[in-house]
């Protein structure tokens, strides 16, 4: 089983890729759901950072100084995959995350931990981006810290959803700030690894339930 086989079925087992009858945010009818706040011990964020640090490697070995997590949900996202490039791939990154509000008093400023600096190359770690508005947010907050590279995002699942254009949220991304995206896994990864297949005795996207994910990336997807 391949590490991202592996991820989907971890998702599945912590409640986090759940099933059925949703609304997102923008409003969309959905039927499926990728939470990430459902993560919430020890051994799953241990996992959840292998999962990441194993993206990481395989895209990237090399070219990024330092891991940024945007605030609130991208924090433990960048501690965890930093600790597990360096224990499973002896890479010791550095990493660091904003405060939602400037601190004027000690050592002040926004960033909290690895401090970057002028020319580099920062990997933003972020759960599931589904407008990019956290991402859009992070490259702005940056100019008035340091002038640094954005080397690449990685996410762990894509919703292949478009954004405001006929493309994907990830891909607007892409064609506006230059930025390499990799997720660990995307929708269609999903489907083929669950379609019909059981995961603990149990099938979660069975004919229907596929018939309706194809439906709403249908609707939803990028238009070519």
Do not use: W
Not at 15 to 34: A, E, I, Q
Not at 110 to 136: F, S
Not at 182 to 206: A, E, Q, S
Request: glycine residues 10%; proline residues 4%.
């Amino acid at each position: 089983m391949t590490y991202q086989e592996e991820f989907i079925h971890f998702m599945v087992r912590s409640g986090v890729l759940t099933f059925g009858d949703f609304v997102t945010k923008s409003g969309r009818k959905t039927p499926y759901f990728v939470n990430t706040g459902n993560y919430k011990t020890g051994a799953q964020a241990a996992r959840l950072g292998e999962y990441y640090a194993a993206c990481i490697q395989e895209h990237m070995p090399q070219g990024i100084d330092a891991l940024f997590g945007p605030a609130y949900k991208g924090i433990p996202l960048a501690v965890a995959a930093a600790s597990a490039l360096y224990r499973d791939h002896g890479r010791d990154l550095p990493y660091c995350f904003n405060r939602k509000e400037a601190k004027d008093h000690g050592e002040g400023g926004t960033m909290v931990g690895y401090q970057p600096k002028d020319g580099d190359r920062i990997a933003i770690i972020e759960d599931v981006v589904t407008a990019g508005t956290a991402v859009r947010e992070t490259i702005q907050l940056f100019r008035g810290v340091a002038d640094v590279k954005f080397a690449a995002l990685f996410v762990s699942v894509d919703r292949m959803e478009r954004g405001t254009r006929t493309c994907t949220t990830l891909d607007e991304l892409r064609q506006d700030y230059g930025i390499q995206v990799f997720p660990i896994v995307t929708i269609r990864d999903v489907m083929r690894c669950l379609h019909n297949k059981p995961v603990d005795g149990k099938v979660y996207i069975d004919d229907n339930m596929l018939g309706r994910m194809e439906d709403y990336l249908a609707q939803y997807g990028p238009q070519t």
